[in-house]
Structure formats: structure tokens, C-alpha cells
Nanobody, 124 residues
Framework: QVQLVESGGGLVQPGGSLRLSCATS????????IGWFRQAPGKEREGVSC????????YYADSVKGRFTISRDNAKNTVYLQMNSLKPDDTAVYYC?????????????????WGQGTQVTVSS
């Protein structure tokens, strides 16, 4: 049974940092694409970052490029999203998701399994 559990969200001031974790189980991280998405109130869910195990490629949305970094620890079956220089516009519920894909498609429709989400609020 595939499961993903996000953690690490919270309230942070603008310019601060958070590291989100996505603990996975029920599948082999080596063979699956992992994506981070976010959804702000009243907005559609959008892709933030992705790591493809099939070809080692990564993707970052333009809005987070240079500030966010995706990484993984296969031994812990966990994927991380390090978020630096946070802005109020980064406020959203953040989700991790996975599917057996080639490459890094960033449309949510491509992903089969989702975590429950973790709230990130950037505010002074």
C-alpha cells in the first residue's frame, strides 16, 4: 500500500526557511517520480518541484527556482523540500505525490498517490 506523509510545515517569517519531509512507504523510491505541489486558497494546485528516478532529472517552478531544493534519502525512504528565502506568496498547503513515470511532468493529473498535505504560512 503506497503511503506518503508530509511534515515540517509551519509559520515562518518572510526570508525564513523550512524543510518539508515526505515519508514514503509501499513502493521503491528508486523507481518512482516524486513531486512537490502546493495549493493556496482559491487557487489551483501547482507543481513546485520534482525528482525523476528514471533519468535523475529535477524540475523547479520558476517562482521557486534558486530558493527551493528537492532531495531524497533512499535509506530513509524520504524526500525533502528545502525552502529558503520564503515569501508570503509561498503560503499554501504543500503536498508530495508519486507515480511510476518517466521524467518530471508537473501536472497533478499525472500523479496517482498523494499525501495529506502540510500547511506553510509565511507571514510577519
Amino acid at each position: 500500500q503506497v503511503q506518503l506523509v508530509e511534515s515540517g510545515g509551519g509559520l515562518v517569517q518572510p526570508g525564513g526557511s523550512l524543510r518539508l519531509s515526505c515519508a514514503t512507504s509501499g513502493f521503491t523510491l528508486d523507481y518512482y517520480t516524486i513531486g512537490w505541489f502546493r495549493q493556496a486558497p482559491g487557487k489551483e494546485r501547482e507543481g513546485v518541484s520534482c525528482f525523476s528516478s528514471s533519468d535523475g532529472s529535477t524540475y523547479y517552478a520558476d517562482s521557486v527556482k534558486g530558493r527551493f531544493t528537492i532531495s531524497r534519502d533512499n535509506a530513509k525512504n524520504t524526500v525533502y523540500l528545502q525552502m529558503n528565502s520564503l515569501k508570503p506568496d509561498d503560503t499554501a498547503v504543500y503536498y508530495c505525490a508519486t507515480a511510476n513515470l518517466h521524467g518530471c511532468p508537473m501536472g497533478p493529473i499525472w500523479y496517482d498517490y498523494w499525501g495529506q498535505g502540510t500547511q506553510v504560512t509565511v507571514s510577519s
